[in-house]
T-cell receptor
Framework: DAGVTQSPTHLIKTRGQQVTLRCSPI?????VSWYQQVLGQGPQFIFQ???????GRGNFPDRFSARQFPNYSSELNVNALLLGDSALYLC???????????FGSGTRLTVV | SQQGEEDPQALSIQEGENATMNCSYK?????LQWYRQNSGRGLVHLIL?????REKHSGRLRVTLDTSKKSSSLLITASRAADTASYFC????????????FGKGTLLTVNP
């Protein structure tokens, strides 16, 4: 059974550009969460979606948005990129969103 | 603000020794989870302990939870070089809208 898959693996963008990151959860998992991990820090919560509805939002600006599709895959969009958005973006899925999570390998975003 | 704080920040031991990492948190939790991260890639879920549990075991891992002291510990027995990684505690805080709040992690190095 495939784990949580994220694409792309690496990405380089220029300040001011927009980026879309993608995540496919484990089959049968209805919850997808997004985290940002800056080098040397622990992951920080961005969003959680469950059954296509936003169930939680972290302390991130409105430049960050996400959605979940009927097949439970998800996209994270970041507009007007800043240098400080450079980070590892992690997607996690779970069956219900209130237990242990399975994380993908992440997308490393570099903003130059 | 940081909910969970791991201690120590870094730990270096020899193969075969035990490794103990501690985590302190600030507010009431539903559960506390420990994750491992190798070389800045995806996180691997190790163990989840609920607020009404005091101790859990999984293979060479033992986790304790003291809700009165708002602290947890992760013990890895008979460590191996392959255990070298960063270890994070993450709290599922009551009323936090299903987000996990991570600490900064403990970097464990197991020398062969």
């Amino acid at each position: 059974d495939a784990g949580v898959t994220q694409s792309p693996t690496h990405l380089i963008k220029t300040r001011g550009q927009q980026v879309t990151l993608r995540c496919s959860p484990i089959s049968g998992h209805k919850s997808v969460s997004w985290y940002q991990q800056v080098l040397g820090q622990g992951p920080q919560f961005i969003f959680q979606y469950y059954e296509k509805e936003e169930r939680g939002r972290g302390n991130f600006p409105d430049r960050f948005s996400a959605r979940q599709f009927p097949n439970y895959s998800s996209e994270l969009n970041v507009n007007a990129l800043l240098l400080g958005d450079s980070a590892l973006y992690l997607c996690a899925s779970s069956l219900t969103g209130d237990g242990g999570y399975t994380f993908g390998s992440g997308t490393r975003l570099t903003v130059v | 603000s940081q909910q969970g704080e791991e201690d120590p920040q870094a730990l270096s031991i020899q193969e075969g020794e035990n490794a103990t990492m501690n985590c302190s948190y600030k507010t009431s939790i539903n559960n506390l989870q420990w994750y491992r991260q190798n070389s800045g890639r995806g996180l691997v879920h190790l163990i989840l302990i609920r607020s009404n549990e005091r101790e859990k075991h999984s293979g060479r891992l033992r986790v304790t939870l003291d809700t009165s002291k708002k602290s947890s510990s992760l013990l890895i027995t008979a460590s191996r070089a392959a255990d070298t990684a960063s270890y994070f505690c993450a709290t599922d805080v009551r009323g936090s809208n299903y987000k996990l709040t991570f600490g900064k992690g403990t970097l464990l190095t197991v020398n062969p």
